[in-house]
C-alpha cells in the first residue's frame, strides 16, 4: 500500500518506515556499546599506592608509610607500587605485606584479643566522662539557684555589725 502524497520521493509505506527505526535503533545500540567494551577490556587498577600508604607503616622506624623516608621504606613503597600495578586489592596487599615483614606493618590494630582495647577504652573514656559532666551540670544547677531562680543571696547582718552598718550608712544619707 502506497501513501499518496505530494512529494513522492518522501512518501513510504508503514513497514518500510518501521524497518528504518528498527536498523537505526540497532545502528545506535551497537555504536553505543562500543566505549562499554573499550573501557570493560581496559585494566583498571583496584587501588593506588597512596590508597595503602597511609595504613601500613615502615617496620624500621615505626611511622607511616607515606611520612617514612628510610631506606627500608624506600624499598616498601617500591614493593606497594609492584603489587598495585599487578592488580592486587588492598586487602591483598596488606596481607602480603604482613606475610614479608610481620603483623606490626599494619597501622590499625586488630580487633581482637589485647589489640580490641584501642578501640573499647577510648569509647568508654568518652562515656564516663559524659556521665560525670551531666552528674556534675545537674548538681550544679540545683546547688547553685535558689527558689525564684536567681542567685542566693548572702544572710544579712545581725547583731553588733547590723548596728554598725545602719550608723554608716545614716552618715551618707542625703
Not at 518506515?17 to 556499546?33: D, E, G, I, P, Q
Not at 611520612?67 to 617500591?78: F, G, I, N, T, Y
Request: glycine share 6%.
Amino acid at each position: 500500500m502506497r501513501l499518496r502524497c505530494s512529494f513522492p520521493t518522501r512518501c513510504v509505506d508503514k513497514a518500510q518506515r518501521k524497518r528504518t527505526v528498527v536498523a537505526l535503533m540497532a545502528a545506535f545500540a551497537l555504536v553505543a556499546s562500543i566505549p562499554v567494551v573499550a573501557t570493560e577490556a581496559a585494566p583498571i587498577p583496584r587501588t593506588t599506592v597512596n590508597d595503602v600508604e597511609d595504613e601500613v607503616m615502615c617496620p624500621i622506624c615505626g611511622t607511616l608509610l607515606e611520612l617514612a623516608d628510610s631506606p627500608q621504606a624506600r624499598r616498601e613503597k617500591v614493593y606497594v607500587a609492584k603489587l598495585v600495578a599487578d592488580g592486587k586489592t588492598k586487602a591483598e596487599i596488606k596481607d602480603a605485606l604482613v606475610a614479608q615483614y610481620g603483623p606490626s606493618v599494619l597501622a590499625t590494630p586488630k580487633a581482637t584479643g589485647f589489640d580490641l582495647s584501642a578501640y573499647l577504652v577510648p569509647i568508654l573514656a568518652l562515656l564516663v566522662a559524659v556521665a560525670v559532666l551531666a552528674f556534675s551540670v545537674s548538681r550544679w544547677r540545683r546547688d547553685g539557684t535558689g527558689s525564684d531562680g536567681g542567685e542566693r543571696a548572702p544572710p544579712a547582718p545581725a547583731g553588733e555589725d547590723a548596728e554598725r552598718l545602719d550608723a554608716d550608712l545614716s552618715r551618707y544619707d542625703l
